[in-house]
């Protein structure tokens, strides 16, 4: 059985008498323009539906500083040190607002490719279905082997189809095919994703409003993004909390 240490009072009261000589020294630092953001008193963050409801952009770090103590921020949000990940993960959350996602559902489809937020897995679906604007699509495989052919299909309301298609031939002249990773693990699965991305764009540029796929950019790009980011991925970030 472990026993717990005994710690004489004579110690807990002399450690508790230092604490505050130790407070001024932090107080006369200049605080930052962030710092001044995050420790000003806000109004409550609203919890509405199921999910907080931001108001502003001081909400967004608020949130985001939570986020981030709680280890709990996507790697294609993390940023090259503790304050470039708060910030990313702030922005995200205001990204997502825009299509009335919740803090959560904006981390969970929203990623930084070459300094630009993109929507990525089936976030771009999700917004497409939600707004009201896609009658029907449909996503399969044709062929077998090197003959496969990723072809997705959508109609918009008012009758326009689009029809794309990606084949194995296009990933091997991207550089694709057989590349570690999800090229490697799922090719059928990264096939539809990228005829999809085509097609959602194409047909769905006002409901998406320009705003890039990540399945559609450079996987290459991708690579670098989380090659910056790997030390940050390696530990959680050390942010202290001081609540306004």
């Known amino acids: 059985m472990t026993q717990i240490p005994f710690v004489p009072l004579a110690d807990i009261d002399a450690a508790i008498q230092t604490q505050p000589t130790a407070q001024p020294q932090t ?11 995050l420790e000003k008193p806000l109004a409550p963050i609203k919890f509405s539906d199921g999910a907080y409801a931001v108001e502003d952009m001081g909400q967004c770090y608020r949130l985001a500083k939570h986020y981030l103590a709680a280890g709990m921020v996507p790697r294609g949000l993390e940023g090259r040190n503790p304050t470039e ?3 990313r993960v702030a922005i995200a959350i205001e990204f997502g607002q825009q299509f009335k996602w919740s803090p959560a559902q904006s981390l969970q489809s929203i990623m930084v490719v070459n300094g ?3 929507l990525w897995g089936d976030g771009p679906m999700g917004v497409v279905l939600r707004s009201g604007k ?6 399969t495989i044709e062929g077998t082997g090197d003959e496969r052919v990723a072809v997705f299909t959508a109609t918009r309301t008012g009758g326009t189809t689009r029809t794309v298609r990606f084949s194995v031939a296009d990933a091997k002249r991207a550089g694709l095919w057989g ?3 999800p090229w490697a693990n799922y090719p059928e699965r990264m096939l539809l994703y ?3 991305a085509f097609c ?8 998406l409003a320009g705003i890039g796929i990540a399945e559609e950019h450079d996987e290459f790009a991708i690579d670098r993004q989380a090659e910056k980011t790997k030390a940050v991925a390696e530990g ?3 942010i202290e909390i001081h609540e306004g």
């Not at 107080?27 to 953001?37: F, G, M, N, T, V």
């Not at 959602?200 to 409901?207: H, V």
């Open 194 to 196: 990228r005829a999809r």
């Open 200 to 207: 959602l764009r194409d047909l769905f540029a006002d409901a």
């Open 85 to 87: 990940t708060l910030g």
């Open 134 to 139: 896609c009658l029907d699509f449909t996503g």
């Open 179 to 181: 590349k570690s990773g």
């Open 27 to 37: 107080q006369q630092q200049p605080a930052s323009e962030l710092d001044r953001l």
């Open 116 to 118: 630009r937020p993109c």
């Open 236 to 238: 959680p970030a050390k």
